[in-house]
């Protein structure tokens, strides 16, 4: 695990709840897409990337993800989803996770995102600004 958590400068920890499991008895495919949603959000947090949102209206979006499942989770564990960034132009970038089970010791599934920032206001894409760049740029 050391390894997992020196590879992703920032890693989310998540218990899995009973409910997230599916008939076959594993955590259900969509769920995946949660505890996506829950890193990215803790991601943009600690570079602060969401300060402004409410000033100038500008924001991520997502234009698409993706999930490739090696192994199954099941309740009860804790796992931890590392983050890195890609790709980063200068209105986008792409996110890729990782999942760590605490339980099995293994990676269990990757995934990414394309995410766009947008004005909310315009309904136009944005650029980013040197300050997210810069953020960015830390955790390629």
Same mark, same amino acid.
């Given at each position: @695990? +050391? =390894?997992?958590?020196?590879?992703?400068? #920032? !890693?989310?920890? #998540?218990?899995?709840?009973?409910?997230? @499991? =599916?008939?076959? &008895?594993?955590?259900?495919? !969509?769920?995946?897409?949660?505890? *996506? +949603?829950?890193?990215?959000?803790? *991601?943009?947090? &600690?570079i602060n990337l969401l300060a402004d949102l409410k000033t100038t209206g500008v924001g991520p979006v997502l234009s698409e993800t993706?999930?490739? *499942?090696?192994? %199954?989770?099941?309740? %009860?564990? /804790?796992?931890?989803?590392?983050?890195? #960034? !890609?790709? #980063?132009?200068? =209105?986008?970038?792409?996110?890729?996770? /990782?999942?760590? !089970?605490?339980?099995? &010791?293994?990676? /269990?599934?990757?995934?990414?995102?394309?995410?766009? @920032?947008?004005?909310?206001?315009?309904?136009?894409?944005?650029? $980013?600004? %040197?300050?997210?760049? =810069?953020? $960015?740029?830390?955790?390629?």
């Amino acid at each position: @695990m +050391e =390894d997992f958590l020196a590879k992703h400068s #920032i !890693s989310t920890q #998540i218990q899995i709840a009973w409910g997230e @499991m =599916d008939a076959l &008895q594993h955590v259900n495919n !969509s769920v995946y897409f949660k505890y *996506f +949603e829950t890193a990215r959000l803790d *991601f943009f947090n &600690q570079i602060n990337l969401l300060a402004d949102l409410k000033t100038t209206g500008v924001g991520p979006v997502l234009s698409e993800t993706n999930a490739r *499942f090696k192994r %199954p989770l099941m309740f %009860p564990d /804790t796992i931890i989803v590392g983050t890195k #960034i !890609s790709d #980063i132009t200068e =209105d986008r970038f792409v996110m890729h996770y /990782t999942v760590f !089970s605490q339980a099995q &010791q293994a990676v /269990t599934t990757i995934g990414w995102a394309k995410v766009v @920032m947008f004005n909310v206001k315009t309904g136009q894409k944005a650029k $980013l600004t %040197p300050e997210l760049l =810069d953020a $960015l740029s830390k955790h390629q």
